[in-house]
Every structure is written in C-alpha cells, then in structure tokens.
C-alpha cells in the first residue's frame, strides 16, 4: 500500500513509522531541520515502542510523491488550509483521505475540498513529541489508530488499510460509528487541553485538586451535551466517563497544547475549546467555560511574532 504522511510529526512520524516497520511504501512529508534529519539519518522512535527506520522517503514538496492510495493527514489544525492545497497532487480517482487531526471540525474542511467519496473518518491516539529533528520521543505506551467509513460499511479501503497498520503492529481498528469515535476523543482532548494550558500543569494534579478536577469534568459535560445536540451518539454522563479516563493515564500527561504554549508556537485553542464555543452557538447549548478557556488563551493563540 502507497501512503503520503502530510504532517510527520509526533502522531505522524510515529504512525508512518510502523507503517514502514509493516512494509508499507511510505512517503514523509515534512519540513526544516526535521526533514533534513529524516533525510540523512532516518526516522527514530524512542520509547515503548521504539523503532529506527535508516532510510526514509522524505521531502517538502508533495508533487514529488505523485498519486497514493491513502493520504493521513496529520498536520497541525492551523496548517489545514494550506495542507488541503498542497496534498492535490497526491490526490487520484481512488485516494482515500484521512484526517487524523484533533477535533471535530477538521472533515468538515475536508469534504468541502475533496466531497465525501475521498474521505473516511480517523482517530489517532499516542502520546509523542518530536525530541529533536528526525526522532520522535513516545512518553507512554498508548498507541491507537480508529477509521471508518462515515457510513459504517465495512469497505475493502478500510480493510486494506487496516492489514497495513496490523502488519506494522499498529493497535488499529476499523470503526463501525466513526463520527462517535472522533467526538469521544474530542470529549477528552478539550478537557485535557484545556486544563493543562490554561493552568499550566500535567494532568496529575489536575485530577487531584478537587477544584479543577471539578473543572475538567465540567469542560467536558459542556462538549457532550454539544455533541449530543448535532445527534451524536452519546450517552448523557459520558463525561463521567472520560474522567476516569483521566485518572488511569500517566500523572505527568500533558496535551499538545500545553507543549505548544511552552515552546511559543501557535495553540489549537480555535479548533478545541474554540470549535465547542462555535458549535454550541449553532445549537443553542451554552459553553461558557469553553469560552473562558479560548478567551484565556486568545493572546497565546498566534504563538510568539
């Protein structure tokens, strides 16, 4: 199987990498130091499943690559307009395109660039960051891939693709309610993003101090009942749900978001906390620690000029 990784980053690198370990015909898209690094040495995972691929097909310029069968898209959510541009040459008759990017508003994008026979729905799962150009660091041993079609079939690209990322022992699984798996995942991620950025601390204490844990449950109870009202399928508590989730993972987790505050880049707050805000309005659901969530972070959100 031919696959373009648009965005080879810490979800990206990381699952490109078992790809390759299955013996999949990878092709990184990256940038910078970090491309330069691929290019030279390979591509390196540290951690629990730690993996080093010598030689790697790596470049800046995705009319290089040429048309693929799957394109997983893994860039930042601030890179999605440009990226959507510049996958087009990898794009054919029979490209599936998927999404891996946190958040619920990202397929949207898609479908107006590509319409709805190119796409099928993802969910990534892993806790990385790019250590240094050309290796990724894995913190924790979650590694989890989830995609489907929109309309739950059982389709053979979804099955092709899912021998691919086994093959590589990659923890996949083809979803039969792929939209309930991507709003599941954002229940979470809004509430971990959130509290970690706007305090500014790992999950750990988070969930000890009764105030903010009191918070972070609170944050989460606003996206289900977003979700709930554009017809997802999820149950009322579920947000009591994912707070054990946020119990059982590591104490020093943090999210993205938090790493990216502390490096200065630009934050994912529009498409997190900001994306349950917008979403809500559409609905009528009030949001209003989501909304001091994004306001919180309003002048962080461009990262430092």
């Known amino acids: 199987m031919r696959i373009a990784i648009m965005g080879s980053g810490g979800l990206g690198g990381f699952f490109g990498a078992r790809l390759c370990e299955g013996g999949s015909d990878v092709r ?6 970090h491309l330069q690094a691929m290019r030279n040495e390979g591509l390196r995972i540290e951690g629990p499943s730690a993996v080093h691929i010598p030689r790697v097909n790596a ?26 541009q510049q996958i087009r040459p990898l794009v054919g008759a029979d490209t599936t395109v998927i999404s891996f990017q946190n958040g619920v508003l990202k397929d949207q994008y898609l479908r107006a660039a590509y319409g709805k026979s190119h796409l099928m729905g993802g969910v990534g799962y892993v ?12 913190t924790g041993p979650m590694q989890r891939l989830l995609f489907g079609e929109f309309d739950g079939s059982r389709s053979l690209r979804g099955q092709a693709l899912l021998s691919a990322c086994l093959a590589g022992g990659i923890k996949a699984e083809l979803s039969e309610n792929i939209l ?20 500014r601390r790992p999950i750990g204490p988070i969930r000890e101090n009764p105030r903010t844990r009191a918070f972070l449950l609170d944050v989460m109870r606003e996206v289900v ?4 009202a554009h017809g997802v399928d999820l149950p009322e508590d579920y947000a009591a749900v994912r707070l054990q989730l946020a119990d059982d993972v590591a104490y ?4 993205s978001m938090h790493h990216d505050l502390e490096r200065g880049n630009p934050l994912e707050v529009r498409w997190l906390a900001g994306g349950v805000v917008e979403l809500g309005q559409s609905k009528g659901v009030p949001t209003p620690l989501n909304r001091a969530i994004a306001d919180i972070l309003a002048l962080h959100a461009t990262g430092k000029t």
């Open 28 to 33: 990184f898209v990256a940038r910078g130091k």
């Open 59 to 84: 470049t800046d310029n995705p009319g290089e690559i040429g048309v693929v069968d799957v394109v997983m898209l893994c860039v930042k959510l601030w890179d999605t307009e440009a990226a959507l």
């Open 127 to 138: 806790a990385t960051t790019i250590d240094r150009p050309g290796v990724i660091r894995q």
């Open 180 to 199: 309930r798996e991507i709003w599941q995942k954002y229940v979470f991620l809004v509430g971990l993003s959130g509290t970690t950025t706007t305090i």
């Open 225 to 228: 009942a977003v979700g709930r």
């Open 252 to 255: 020093d987790m943090t999210s």
